[in-house]
């Protein structure tokens, strides 16, 4: 967001303001950060933290800091605070840096940079998962806890191309501060972990949270790499078919009726699809509707296949999938 450019030219202008308005008879100097760490608080989630250069001269201004995330991916930020929180992949090692920053009205001081990092784990290239993939889904709790709804979480992924044939996997996931070991493995002809199920987790239903997935591994023969991977919620969540979808037929008018998925989204949170298969004719009519409730005017002399599927709204949640549709029903004529 700070383009070294405009910066350089802010500062000689920021320099002669500041020095002609609060401080006639010394240069001022902006000093960097001292003690600047990177910590791991978790998987895929580390802690930046600074202190104030105990020398810098005045004391009393509003100092902030400029942090540059360099990897794995670059992002760029200001902030008040001596440590900031960032939840990222850390597999490819993690890299930032930080300057103190002085606004002076439009213009901008700034101090020379401070870095750290963290190595990449070691590993043998080729030997982490590939094609890590996640979905969750909601069940109505049967009352052994206080949450009226569970999140399940199932993973899958692929065995590395040059993992050696006695590699073991291990997967783990973070949700907000809570990280748990899979216990449910799947395995390959070679007795290799390549899906984990989790029947229930901390993650929650309406959550906003980034997922956190975590898969390392042992063999004999090589160091097997980590790999992290950040879900968004939204993105893999696979809702629930529509319940009880009711469909009936009186003279011309189909009425289709059922209830909201099993889900910890409220009533107002859904929309729908509704399929209305015409078996004579040989046609699909599809509508989209926000209601439980849909009527069809029809030909009393055809029968039809009626099927309906869900979607968390945009109104809840960032656009996901469509449930799948719900078990075909049959109505209608029948001779
Ligand atoms: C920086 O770290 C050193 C060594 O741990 C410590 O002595 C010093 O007080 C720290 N400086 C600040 C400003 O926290
Ligand atoms: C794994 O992912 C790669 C790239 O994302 C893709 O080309 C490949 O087809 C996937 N393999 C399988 C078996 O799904
Ligand atoms: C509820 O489900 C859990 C596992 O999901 C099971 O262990 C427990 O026995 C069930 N309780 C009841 C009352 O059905
Ligand atoms: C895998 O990661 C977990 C969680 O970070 C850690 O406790 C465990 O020691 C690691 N295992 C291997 C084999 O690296
Ligand atoms: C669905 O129908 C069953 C049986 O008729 C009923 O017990 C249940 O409460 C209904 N579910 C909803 C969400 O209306």
Redesign the pocket.
């Known amino acids: 967001m700070i383009t070294m450019v405009p910066v350089l030219l802010i500062l000689s202008g920021a320099v002669a303001i500041l020095q002609a308005e609060l401080l006639p008879a010394e240069k001022f100097l902006l000093l960097p950060p001292v003690n600047f760490t990177i910590k791991v608080t978790g998987l895929a989630q580390v802690l930046l933290h600074w202190e104030p250069n105990p020398d810098q001269k005045p004391r009393n201004v509003n100092l902030e800091y400029h942090v540059k995330i360099n990897a794995p991916q670059d992002d760029d930020y200001e902030t008040r605070n001596t440590e900031s929180k960032c939840v990222t992949i850390l597999h490819r090692g993690f890299s930032a840096s930080v300057q103190t920053i002085l606004w002076h009205g439009p213009s901008l001081l700034a101090s020379s940079w401070v870095s750290a990092e963290l190595k990449a784990p070691p590993g043998s290239p080729g030997t982490s998962v590939v094609n890590l993939t996640c979905t969750t889904n909601t069940a109505a709790d049967n009352g052994s806890s206080l949450w009226p709804y569970q999140v399940s979480l199932r993973c899958t992924w692929l065995v590395g191309q040059d993992a050696p044939e006695d590699t073991q996997y291990f997967l783990y996931y973070r949700y907000g501060s809570r990280t748990e070991e899979c216990q449910e493995y799947s395995k390959d002809a070679l007795k290799r972990n390549i899906a984990c199920w989790f029947p229930r987790t901390f993650i929650q239903g309406k959550g906003r949270d980034w997922l956190a997935v975590h898969v390392n591994g042992s063999s004999k023969h090589a160091a097997i790499e980590p790999f992290d991977q950040l879900f968004a919620l939204h993105a893999i969540d696979q809702v629930n078919p529509p319940?009880?979808v009711t469909a009936e037929i009186e003279g011309t008018h189909l009425s289709i009726q059922w209830?909201?998925p099993?889900s910890a989204f409220p009533t107002h949170c859904f929309d729908y699809e509704v399929k209305i298969y015409n078996i004579r004719k040989g046609y699909f009519q599809t509508e989209k509707v926000t209601t439980r409730a849909f009527v069809s005017i029809v030909d009393d002399a055809s029968k039809y296949c009626v099927q309906v599927r869900a979607a968390v709204s945009a109104t809840c949640r960032a656009a996901g999938t469509w449930s799948r549709w719900s078990r075909p029903l049959y109505v209608g004529f029948s001779g």
């Open positions: 319940l009880n209830e909201k099993v």
